[in-house]
């Protein structure tokens, strides 16, 4: 039986999913089992897996069929200790991030889907895109970390303004 806190994070994946199959018209689903099988240490198995599987096992969200870049991983936790992006390093934010690098390609559109209680939804997107395309940012802050820099920002707000963009930067 999974513990509360799998089933919280389990339920968010769902949400996102369900999200973005509706904004997009195309299907969205949470990865069964969830996590990156290609990612980390396990990046090896991309040798021998075709692009269809290995686009359904990157990060928390299996993309519609029209979005082989996307790469997304969800977080859903009780709090989140947002005084410290102020401050200096934020450990918690720098392991989801190297987490959904793990299962990065270069070309790669990469985003962190985050839910805190009683305090909102945000994403966190690599604001220096490979793909050159405008990704726009508004009552935003900028976290740099070893994977460079990245734009932290309300999750609705962020969809309402680059619903298209993040289309054509995944496509």
């Given amino acids: 039986m999974p513990s509360p806190s799998k089933n919280k994070g389990n339920a968010w994946e769902r949400d996102v999913a369900k999200h973005l ?3 997009y018209g195309e299907t969205f689903i949470r990865a069964p089992g969830s996590g990156a099988y290609v990612g980390g240490t396990n990046n090896v198995r991309k040798e021998y897996l075709h ?3 290995i ?3 990157k990060g928390d969200i299996i993309p519609g069929q029209s979005f082989p870049k996307f790469n997304a991983e969800c977080k859903s936790y009780k709090d989140f200790p947002f005084h410290q992006l102020f401050t ?3 450990k918690q934010l720098d392991t989801w991030i190297d987490q959904l690098m793990s299962a990065a390609d270069p070309d790669d559109f990469n985003i962190l889907i985050m839910k805190f209680n ?3 939804k945000f994403v966190a997107i690599q604001f220096d895109h490979p793909s050159d395309l405008p990704i726009f940012v508004e009552r935003h802050f900028l976290y740099e970390n070893r994977h460079g820099r990245w734009a932290i920002m ?3 707000r962020y969809w309402e303004l680059n619903k298209d963009m993040v289309s054509v930067a995944c496509g």
């Fill in 21 to 23: 199959t509706e904004l």
């Fill in 51 to 53: 692009e269809g599987q």
């Fill in 55 to 57: 686009r359904s096992f």
């Fill in 88 to 90: 200096g390093p934020v």
């Fill in 118 to 120: 009683r305090k909102g």
């Fill in 154 to 156: 309300e999750y609705d």
